[in-house]
């Protein structure tokens, strides 16, 4: 297997403050997980490399205007969570994406995403079609929700999907373990950053 970076993407979905930073809503929940694969570091060094090698690379956070009002009025599971904790909100510091991974000139910025996967509200599909992109290749949070819906829509929407096992992190390794054995290799190609990395030449 090789991936030819002028039509590969890595889509990094919500390395947001209120997951990846000490203060976040929501980063105590992913913490334990998050040491354990050493998401960060292995992102950044994808990140970087792959930036080098010519791969798109995609932001794609999630924030909601002050009131949620973008949401049902009765929210639930998740996205209850959220509301509960005042996460996510457009403009707060929890909502920026984390400073080791700032968007860089060339990179694209995915607006509107309100849910979980990342296609539902946004331009994604667009975006990955005009650009002529083949593969995609997914990490963030949460392994199970919003990595995980993603991940199935851009295999039914016909593209090469391959998922970042070391990247990606959620509220328990239980979760995280059932994800990656079960759920992943159904929908994509998992596959370690490092070994990513070695097929894009």
Known sequence: MSFDPQTAALVL?????EFVSD?????????????ETQMLANTTKLVDAARKK????????????????????????ILQGVVDGKAFVQGSWGAKIIDALAPQKGDIVIEGKRGLDAFASTNLDFILRSKGIKTVIIGGFLTNCCVESTMRTAYEHGFEVVTLSDCCATTSKEAQDNALKFDFPMFSKPMTSTAVLAELG
Not at 13 to 17: A, G, L, M
Not at 55 to 76: K, Q
Request: zero cysteines.
């Open 13 to 17: 979905i919500e390395y947001q403050n």
């Open 23 to 35: 203060g976040g809503v929501l980063h105590g929940a992913v913490a334990d997980v998050m040491k």
């Open 54 to 77: 010519g791969v798109a690379i995609l932001h794609v956070p999630i924030a909601f205007a002050e009131g949620y009002g973008e949401i049902t009025r009765h929210p639930y599971g």
